[in-house]
């Protein structure tokens, strides 16, 4: 055994003691399993590992928790109408065209690259589509199919000026950002404004309306308990999966609690939502990609090559990955992502205009995922931040809207958030790195 690692078995927990890797002669860290830690020594356990986390910079999604809290109960103060039923359904449905651009973007930034150009394309994706259903009379949900293969081309056509011609993405994509603007600007004409059909299919789905209509509220509840009963079987799955192959799991009480927990907030919600308009087609569809995304991310072999190429692209290529291809179709995921993005858009004004995609729809988009965790450094993240994200965005957006606080001092507080989030990860890092975990 060496003299940098040895094994410490107490009577409660076991440990491991390494050294940090870029430092030889460093003094040993204490590294413990979780879910051990959890199973030995209970609640206690809870603590103890959280402080640990502390410690180590694992913030995860805290410091965006508490931020939410914080903004909400400052805007409730200022106005009690804040936390109404209608406001929060409002926040739920303008949040989610933001939304999906931010999980295009989850990708990109996972590589540590970044895709200035998803807001021009999701303008260009919504005059695609007007065009096609407009001037050409075509099926609108055939339209949509194309309208989205569109965007992914053009996402796959960055990622490969990028992986194969070693342009940087900040490069290809500001190209991106105005030759893309270009094209819709020619698209639009000297009219420069194209009108959907609000009955046309997609642009009334993603209107303010709801798959249950007249049924709203048993809609709501019925997504609730979809959410807990698909939470209580991955959580069940993954613990027979991890017991099966003999390695720590997390205990059944801790599952319960969980989801518990779980089912209070989405039945909370529902209740809230069900006293407004229920839950919009909009953000269920975002909801569910959220979910697929994330299981693609976390469960996949794809997902871990995505996360092995942020973390050391020489450290993957030597695994076996094709770095190239990883990186292309990440292009390719935000540009289709961004085009979906575009079409909500285009659901909440039935038309395709000269200022879709422009103004502050990029920024907004990178600064969801940003501050909802996924580090701008690449390999850390999650999909799940473009909604915590685009919560703390949209519930300035509009509490400063009740407020009638100008345009300006919305720009001023959204930029210090992402400073602010930008700070917490570099320093969560230097942390990390410090305790032997960068």
Same mark, same amino acid.
């Given at each position: 055994?060496?003299?940098?690692?040895?094994?410490?078995?107490?009577?409660k927990?076991?440990?491991?003691?390494?050294?940090?890797?870029?430092?030889?002669?460093?003094?040993?860290?204490?590294?413990?399993?979780?879910?051990?830690?959890?199973?030995?020594?209970?609640?206690?356990?809870?603590i103890?590992e959280?402080?640990r986390?502390?410690?180590?910079?694992?913030?995860?999604? %805290?410091?965006?928790?508490?931020?939410?809290?914080?903004?909400?109960?400052?805007?409730?103060?200022?106005?009690?109408?804040?936390?109404?039923?209608?406001n =929060?359904?409002?926040i739920?449905?303008y949040?989610?065209?933001?939304?999906?651009?931010?999980i295009?973007?989850v990708?990109?930034?996972?590589?540590?690259?970044?895709?200035?150009?998803?807001?021009?394309?999701?303008g260009?994706?919504?005059?695609?589509?007007?065009?096609?259903?407009?001037?050409?009379?075509?099926?609108?949900?055939?339209?949509?199919v194309?309208?989205?293969?569109?965007?992914a081309l053009?996402?796959?056509?960055?990622?490969?000026?990028?992986a194969?011609?070693?342009?940087?993405?900040?490069?290809?994509?500001?190209?991106?950002?105005?030759?893309w603007n270009?094209?819709?600007?020619?698209l639009?004409?000297?009219?420069?404004?194209?009108?959907?059909?609000?009955?046309?299919?997609?642009?009334?789905?993603?209107?303010?309306?709801?798959?249950?209509?007249?049924?709203?509220?048993?809609?709501?509840?019925l %997504?609730?308990?979809?959410g807990v009963?698909?939470?209580?079987v991955?959580?069940?799955?993954?613990?027979?999966?991890?017991?099966a192959a003999?390695?720590?799991?997390?205990?059944?009480?801790?599952?319960? %609690?969980r989801?518990?927990?779980?089912?209070?907030?989405?039945?909370?919600?529902?209740?809230?939502?069900n006293?407004?308009?229920?839950?919009?087609?909009?953000l269920v569809?975002? %909801?569910?990609? =959220?979910?697929?995304?994330?299981?693609?991310?976390?469960?996949t072999?794809?997902?871990?090559?995505?996360?092995?190429?942020?973390?050391?692209?020489?450290?993957?290529?030597?695994a076996?990955?094709?770095?190239?291809?990883?990186?292309?179709?990440?292009?390719?995921?935000?540009?289709?992502?961004?085009?979906?993005?575009?079409?909500?858009?285009?659901?909440?004004?039935?038309?395709?205009?000269?200022?879709?995609?422009t103004?502050?729809?990029?920024?907004?988009?990178i600064?969801?995922?940003?501050?909802?965790?996924?580090s701008?450094?690449?390999?850390?993240?999650?999909?799940?931040s473009? =909604?915590l994200?685009?919560l703390?965005?949209?519930?300035?957006?509009?509490?400063?809207?009740?407020?009638?606080?100008n345009?300006?001092?919305?720009?001023?507080i959204?930029?210090?958030?992402?400073?602010?989030?930008v700070?917490?990860?570099?320093?969560?890092?230097?942390?990390?790195?410090?305790?032997?975990?960068?």
């Amino acid at each position: 055994m060496s003299d940098t690692s040895k094994t410490v078995k107490a009577d409660k927990v076991d440990t491991s003691t390494v050294a940090p890797a870029d430092d030889p002669t460093a003094a040993g860290v204490t590294v413990v399993d979780p879910r051990l830690l959890v199973r030995e020594e209970g609640f206690k356990g809870y603590i103890t590992e959280f402080k640990r986390k502390v410690k180590g910079g694992e913030l995860g999604s %805290l410091p965006v928790v508490v931020g939410l809290i914080v903004i909400w109960t400052i805007f409730q103060l200022k106005n009690d109408r804040f936390l109404s039923a209608g406001n =929060l359904s409002d926040i739920g449905y303008y949040m989610s065209a933001y939304g999906m651009l931010a999980i295009g973007l989850v990708f990109v930034l996972l590589l540590g690259e970044i895709d200035l150009s998803v807001g021009s394309v999701s303008g260009l994706a919504s005059t695609i589509f007007a065009v096609f259903v407009v001037n050409h009379s075509m099926n609108p949900w055939l339209s949509l199919v194309l309208t989205i293969i569109t965007g992914a081309l053009i996402g796959a056509l960055h990622g490969w000026f990028f992986a194969k011609i070693g342009v940087p993405a900040f490069v290809v994509t500001l190209a991106g950002l105005l030759g893309w603007n270009g094209l819709m600007l020619w698209l639009l004409g000297s009219s420069g404004t194209i009108n959907i059909p609000s009955d046309s299919g997609p642009v009334h789905l993603l209107a303010q309306n709801s798959f249950f209509m007249d049924q709203a509220i048993i809609g709501a509840y019925l %997504l609730a308990g979809l959410g807990v009963v698909l939470s209580l079987v991955g959580n069940f799955g993954e613990q027979r999966r991890r017991r099966a192959a003999g390695v720590p799991f997390k205990p059944t009480a801790e599952i319960l %609690l969980r989801v518990a927990l779980l089912a209070i907030a989405s039945f909370a919600a529902a209740a809230v939502l069900n006293n407004a308009q229920g839950v919009t087609n909009a953000l269920v569809i975002f %909801l569910a990609a =959220l979910v697929v995304i994330d299981f693609v991310l976390r469960r996949t072999t794809y997902g871990r090559k995505v996360f092995a190429v942020g973390g050391g692209i020489e450290a993957a290529r030597r695994a076996g990955i094709n770095v190239p291809m990883v990186r292309i179709t990440v292009f390719a995921i935000s540009g289709g992502f961004a085009a979906i993005g575009g079409m909500f858009f285009a659901g909440q004004t039935a038309s395709a205009t000269l200022s879709a995609g422009t103004g502050d729809v990029l920024m907004l988009a990178i600064a969801a995922a940003v501050i909802g965790g996924t580090s701008l450094f690449g390999g850390r993240g999650s999909v799940w931040s473009a =909604l915590l994200g685009m919560l703390v965005i949209q519930s300035i957006k509009t509490g400063l809207n009740l407020l009638n606080m100008n345009t300006s001092i919305q720009y001023m507080i959204t930029g210090g958030v992402l400073l602010g989030a930008v700070v917490i990860d570099s320093v969560s890092r230097r942390s990390q790195k410090a305790s032997g975990r960068g």
